[in-house]
């Protein structure tokens, strides 16, 4: 909900609360980094494929693992037709060693309706229908003289919302590909829609023709081919993220030591890509492999920060020092294929998949939690050899990488400057309360991102023992704002900061407490989404010092500049109050003369501190007001923050005096 207005001033400022008086100096502060949020992605909870992967066909490509089982998931048989999974002698790739067989079945093969046979999919539970141009194809292997339909319809009624012919060009020994555009004239009422290929039974010899990566894609983010779903893209973009931490999380380790992310299994073509058992109990597709991701960063313009595998599986296990060097190759190959020229052997690759020019990395984090799994053998591991030998040799190479250890300086882990730590606060909304200061300890030299933060406990709750939250919701917002001021206000120490998870498909997930929810059709934005966009979208390139230093009472601050737009910003929380009593600000800034204009945005919870975004209800418990407010005759702004309420005060540059910001 957003309410815009034009604020009367002080008048009506309870008097009995004395205000927090803030000044905010011209100068003095730090550089802040210049990337100070960003995006956090692995696939969990369907965020990959079935998520922000726009591929539309579930188990499109029939792949699977001895964990998770080639199967016909997804697929069922039209008129009769014969569905089953063959590892043909001659299949689409050694990638991809399953494929789908169609056999012409009994049924089909007579009556007035009966040659015409085929398979449907239901997608990631539905498909999206709207007038709209779908991107398709599938590779066919066997002889069919004929056509082939591809239609989009409801599973709940069969009502065709649009379907196209696609002249077969198949043959009898081969795998050819066929690409088609199918826009539906009518838009589904809900997601419950599957799509169909079709085929004349009369015109197969053989009796069956087999399948594969069987694709449909809607329009994409930036219109990229086989690219990010637009709706999810764009609520991303929304929040001025600045990089990508990819390919995880848990995901880059694997379950085992034989299933880390493989990138060199991710690039090319589909048909070459075999994918992997997945860490969040489900096979997946690597169609959003490395250059995905890189495109990712490109459109959203993103600076990457790729985790290389460090030798750290999820169950614990860990490469020793003796078999770790080929691992050691193995990223410096993965960095020389994003950024190397394209006349070195893995740039060549590069180039050679249609990407002649580097990609620009200068973040390369070692591993993922290498403190969690497998400790206490497997973190003394990382810090005895792990971390050293895989910094010394991509230090040595690549000598401009800022090099991220997956620990930080919080988790017993000495880091030696310059490379930087990870730090991973999941909490309790008190510890972000309590843990304010913690940044203060940090020198220079202790880089740190936080490439994971949420709240995720209930306050007073036992932590992981009590589980997580049902939903991001308001008081953990509050808390997560407070966090975010601490990181701003040791700007000059943090890279940078990601929520993480972002997505939750809410027909399968893992983890409960997500930036976005979404399903076929829609997407819900959490609590945490509003409070995290608030504070993102009003960058500070510079601190200023302010008097008092630090927070007084329940308000939390950070103040500096954009010295971009050459705006004065003023960023607070407001947490607990001793009584519930809303809290007066005045803030004054050196240099802001009387009349100056700011916006102020803020943010309360209308459904009190419990309450959540219910992608059922569609409810949306943040309240935003957007005021204006002008300086008064000390060059002071002032107004009301009650408790458990976010807000961002940007001022107008000089130049824009007159101007609303
Ligand atoms: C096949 O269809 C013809 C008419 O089209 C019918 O006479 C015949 O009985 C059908 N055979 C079977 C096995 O259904
Ligand atoms: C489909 O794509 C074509 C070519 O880009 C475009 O002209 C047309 O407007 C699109 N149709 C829809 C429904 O978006
Ligand atoms: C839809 O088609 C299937 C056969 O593909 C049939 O079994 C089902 O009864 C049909 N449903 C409706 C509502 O017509
Ligand atoms: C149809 O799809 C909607 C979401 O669009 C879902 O809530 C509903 O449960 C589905 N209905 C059936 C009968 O599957
Ligand atoms: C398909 O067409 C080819 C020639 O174009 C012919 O040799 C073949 O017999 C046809 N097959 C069927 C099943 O009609
Ligand atoms: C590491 O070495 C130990 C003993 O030296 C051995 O038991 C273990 O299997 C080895 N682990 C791996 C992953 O090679
Ligand atoms: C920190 O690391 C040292 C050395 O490995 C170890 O002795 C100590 O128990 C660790 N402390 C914690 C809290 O993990
Ligand atoms: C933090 O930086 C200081 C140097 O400024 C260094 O001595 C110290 O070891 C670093 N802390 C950790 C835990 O790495
Ligand atoms: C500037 O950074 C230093 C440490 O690097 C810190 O002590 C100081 O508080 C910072 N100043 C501001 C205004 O953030
Ligand atoms: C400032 O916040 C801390 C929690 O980070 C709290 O313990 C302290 O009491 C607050 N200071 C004042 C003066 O209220
Ligand atoms: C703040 O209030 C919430 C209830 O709204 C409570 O759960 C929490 O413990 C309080 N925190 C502090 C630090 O007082």
Known sequence: MVLFRVAVLVGFLTATV?????????????????????????????AGDGGIYAELIRNRAFQGSSRYPVSLAGWSSINGAALSVKKLAEPLSSALPSSLNVAVGNSAKNGSAGSVIGFKNDGFWGIDVRVQNYTGSFYVRGSYNGTFTASLSSALTNETFGSVSIQSKSKKDEWVQ?????????????????????????????GSLDFNV???????????????????????????????????????????????WKWDETIGELKNRPGRPGVWGYQTSDGLGLVEYLHWCDDMKLEPILAVWSGLALDGAYINESSLQPWIDDALAEIEFIRGASSTPYGSLRAS?????????????????????????????????????????I???????????????????????????????????????AEFAKFDKLTPDNLTLVGEFAAVHPNGGLDWDAGLHPFPWWIGGVGEAIFMIATERAGDRIIGSTYAPILRNMNRWQWSVCMLEFDASKTTLSTSYHVFKLISTHPITSNLPTTPSTNTSSLFFVAGRNEDTGTHIFKAANYNTTQHEDTPVKVGFEGVEEGRKAQLTLLTGSEGPFGYNDPKTGNNAVKETIDVLVANEEGVFEWVMPELSVAVLEVSGNEGKDEVV
């Open 395 to 433: 230090e040595q190479k690549y000598p401009d990488i800022q090099i991220i250890a997956s620990p930080s300086v919080f988790d017993n882990m000495t880091i030696p400057s310059p490379a930087a730590g990870d730090y991973h606060p999941y909490r309790q909304p008190n510890d972000y309360y």
């Open 353 to 393: 998949l249609g990407y002649p020019e580097p990609w620009k990395l200068q973040y390369v984090e070692i591993g993922n939690e290498d403190w969690l799994a497998g400790a206490p053998a497997g973190y003394d591991s990382y810090r005895q050899y792990r971390f050293p030998l895989f910094k010394e040799a």
């Open 214 to 260: 069987i694709s449909l894609f809607p329009p994409t983010y930036k219109g990229r081919k086989n690219g990010l779903r637009l709706d999810i893209a764009e609520a991303f973009e929304a929040l001025n993220p600045k990089f990508l931490r990819f390919p995880g999380g848990n995901a880059l380790e694997g379950p085992d030591l034989a299933n880390p």
């Open 178 to 206: 066929h690409e088609f555009t199918l826009v539906p004239e009518t838009a589904a009422a809900n997601s419950n829609n599957s799509f169909a290929l079709q085929f004349d039974s009369k015109g197969v010899e053989g």
């Open 18 to 46: 004395t205000a927090v008086d803030i000044t905010v100096q011209a100068s003095g502060g730090n550089k802040t980094s210049r990337i100070p949020y960003g995006l956090m992605h692995e696939d969990i909870n369907n």
